[in-house]
């Protein structure tokens, strides 16, 4: 069983920056696709930006330019930078990854992000 947890969140002003992590206990972020994605209370989970094949990013429009995804395959760690942070950023934050070994998808616990002033 794969095990990811996620740390880095926490409250920040609006303008501020956080990264959060994505640690691993195996070295799952040598797959195919692995992200992040946020939620919202009454809201769908949201896809915020994909690492996917030989490492080709995607991401959501609101957040292009401010946040950047990265990993870090010694490690077993995922990253997300996160610039410029806005209100409309917070929620909870969950990392994923399609696992190479048994081709399941597996999540984090999530991390709370709150920007407020």
């Known amino acids: 069983q794969v095990q990811m947890v996620e740390s880095g969140g926490g409250l920040v002003q609006p303008g501020g920056s956080l990264r959060l992590s994505c640690a691993a206990s195996?070295?799952?972020?040598?797959?195919?696709?692995m992200g992040w994605y946020r939620r919202t209370p009454g809201k769908e989970r949201e896809l915020v930006a994909l690492?996917?094949?030989?490492?080709?990013?995607i991401y959501a429009d609101s957040v292009k330019g401010r946040f950047t995804i990265s990993r870090d395959n010694t490690k077993n760690t995922m990253y997300l930078q996160m610039n410029s942070l806005k209100p409309e950023d917070t929620a909870v934050y969950y990392c994923?990854?399609?696992?190479?070994?048994?081709?399941?998808?597996?999540w984090g616990q999530g991390t709370q992000v709150t920007v407020s002033s």
């Open positions: 690492i996917i094949g030989a490492g080709s990013t």
């Open positions: 195996v070295n799952i972020f040598n797959g195919n696709a």
């Open positions: 994923y990854a399609h696992s190479p070994f048994d081709f399941r998808n597996y």
